[in-house]
């Protein structure tokens, strides 16, 4: 686990392997790249390849929903990790209690074609826990720790904002993927269908 040289919630400077990576506040600023990351974290679009056509228009409703403050995909959600300054990920996590809410809400905005979909989809979270969402990292600097230190700020969140349950989901049809968790403490719980896809719930437990 890499050290916390600095504690804060407002931002984190992590030594990883000698390299110092920087934890801090999303901004309105960093919109378009936190929308590329929920895209990306939703396997719809990585990275480094032009974005399709017919995502801009996603990409762009994305983009005007981190700006605001009251949607669940929004930058006052988000931490960003930055390498010798360069942003080069992103974690959306909140409190399980506002999810069904903003969820609906937030769906009205950007897939309002999905809204049935939408409708008979189980929760991912529940009132009482923190939730982390969306987490990606650029190609070139993932497998440094990137991920897990954004994994350890968002259960440091949680905890700070008085929650002894962490929650995230895993696609079930990634065991490798359950496997990481769990080697980070969480447990793998009951299974959930959410937007045709089936997850396991993951929480992690404050001692």
């Known amino acids: 686990m890499s050290n916390i040289s600095s504690i ?3 931002s ?4 990883s392997g000698g390299a110092n990576i920087t934890l801090r506040d ?3 600023n960093d919109a378009p790249f936190l929308a590329n990351c929920v895209m990306a974290a939703m396997h719809l679009h990585d990275f480094e390849q032009p974005m399709p056509s017919h995502l801009r228009d996603l990409h762009q409703r994305l983009t005007n ?9 929004t930058y006052t959600h988000s931490r960003i990790a930055l390498a010798s300054g360069q942003v080069v990920g992103s974690l959306l996590s909140y409190p399980g209690d ?3 809410q903003r969820r609906r809400e937030t769906f009205e905005r950007l897939w309002p074609q999905f809204m049935e979909l939408e409708q008979r989809s189980e929760q991912e979270t529940e009132p009482g826990e923190f939730y982390l969402d969306s987490m990606a990292v650029l190609p070139a600097f993932r497998h440094r720790g990137i991920a897990q230190m954004l994994i350890n700020d968002g259960i440091a969140r949680g905890i700070a904002q ?9 696609d ?3 065991p490798q993927l359950q496997r990481y968790y769990v080697s980070l403490g969480f447990e793998p719980k009951e299974h959930r ?3 045709d896809t089936d997850f396991v719930r993951m929480i992690y437990t404050v001692k």
Do not use: C, E, H, W
């Not at 929903?65 to 995909?73: D, E, G, K, W």
């Open 8 to 10: 804060g919630l407002k």
């Open 12 to 15: 984190y400077i992590y030594d």
């Open 65 to 73: 929903s981190q700006r605001q403050a009251n949607t669940l995909y």
């Open 98 to 100: 506002i999810y069904r």
């Open 26 to 28: 999303a901004t309105p």
């Open 162 to 170: 008085g929650y002894s349950r962490i929650a995230l989901v895993a």
């Open 172 to 174: 079930a049809a990634m």
């Open 193 to 195: 269908r959410a937007f």
